[in-house]
Structures are given as C-alpha cells and as structure tokens.
C-alpha cells in the first residue's frame, strides 16, 4: 500500500535551515506528484508546494516562495523539502501527502490523498 514518512524535523532559530525527507514505500515518487504541506498550531492545514510527475512545482503558499525548494531522488524514492530563511510563521507540523496522481491539485489531494504522520518544525529564539 502507498505510505509516507516523513523525517527530518526539529528545533531551529530564526533564519536558519532545514531539510525534510519524506520516504515514500508502494508506489515511485517519479511516477505520482508529491505534496508538502503544513498545520500551525490553531491553524487550518494548508498546502505549502507540490512537485508533479514533471518536476515541475507548484506553489500553494506565496509566503515560501524563494525560501521552500521541493526535490526528490528517484534512487532513494525520497522526496525533500529544503527550508531556507526559516521564520516563526513556518512553525508547524509538515506533511507529505500524494493523491496517486500525476498534478498538483489541493482539493483532490484533501479529499483522496494518502499522508503521512508528519515531523514537527519550530522556529523559535
């Protein structure tokens, strides 16, 4: 079955950086599109950016623009989340999640998509 673990997470003070994995087992992350996303605490989840079967990413949230780079390695089946700049606002809890599709689309993704348990990510001096 598709499962997601991602790892990676932990305690940074502003403006420093961090790098997520998110290991994916029964499906190859180069065939589906991969998302990351993030809830806040007393925040609504929201989707952060999402990397398609292309390569190409698609940005959820304008706020990590510049900052967020997705990637991913086929041989490991990992796909990444490079955090740079981190800032207060960025804490949350950050997800991978793929909906067995080849697009990036939030609202298919929330109602069919497979997640993972999350990492927690603290931005705090």
């Known amino acids: 079955q598709v499962q997601l673990a991602e790892s990676g997470g932990g305690l940074v003070q502003p403006g420093e950086s961090l790098t997520l994995s998110c290991a994916a087992s029964?499906?190859?992350?180069?065939?589906?599109?991969v998302t990351w996303s993030r809830q806040a605490p007393g925040k609504q989840r929201e989707g952060v950016l999402c990397m398609s079967r292309s390569d190409g990413t698609t940005y959820f949230t304008d706020s990590v623009k510049g900052r967020f780079t997705i990637s991913r390695d086929n041989a490991k089946n990992t796909v990444y989340l490079q955090m740079q700049s981190l800032k207060p606002e960025d804490t949350a809890v950050y997800y991978c999640?793929?909906?067995?599709?080849?697009?990036?689309?939030?609202?298919?993704?929330?109602?069919?998509?497979?997640w993972g348990q999350g990492t927690q990510v603290t931005v705090s001096s």
């Open positions: 999640a793929t909906d067995q599709g080849y697009g990036c689309y939030w609202n298919r993704l929330t109602n069919f998509g497979t």
């Open positions: 029964g499906f190859a992350v180069n065939d589906y599109a």
